[in-house]
Nanobody, 124 residues
Framework: QLQLVESGGDLVQPGGSLRLSCATS????????IGWYRQTPGKEREALSC????????NYADSVKGRFTVSRDNAKNTVYLQMNSLKPEDTAVYYC?????????????????WGQGTQVTVSS
């Protein structure tokens, strides 16, 4: 069964950078599209971006456009979310998601498999 594990969350100062990782197992990584999301208590989950199996990323959410970049390393079965110029409002639990049904995606894709999340806190 497909499993996803996020890592890399941390406490970082405003203006800093962080790279999150999403490692997958249980399904051929090269066939997976993977999405990145975040959620804070009391707010709806926000879709940040999506990376198709061929490495083409879809449009980023306006809130992160120009600051966040997704990429994938097929040799490591891992997708990355590089976050630069971090702001306090980026504080959230960040999740990756995927589904064997999808090789392409956009921010509205309904993935069924999710990681456990990793906490990012942006604060001075």
């Amino acid at each position: 069964q497909l499993q996803l594990v996020e890592s890399g969350g941390d406490l970082v100062q405003p203006g800093g950078s962080l790279r999150l990782s999403c490692a997958t197992s249980g399904f051929p990584f090269g066939l997976l599209a993977i999405g990145w999301y975040r959620q804070t208590p009391g707010k709806e989950r926000e879709a940040l971006s999506c990376l198709s199996n061929n490495g083409i990323s879809t449009n980023y959410a306006d809130s992160v456009k120009g600051r966040f970049t997704v990429s994938r390393d097929n040799a490591k079965n891992t997708v990355y979310l590089q976050m630069n110029s971090l702001k306090p409002e980026d504080t959230a639990v960040y999740y990756c998601a995927a589904d064997p049904l999808f090789r392409t995606c956009d921010r509205s894709t309904k993935f069924r498999y999710w990681g456990q999340g990793t906490q990012v806190t942006v604060s001075s």
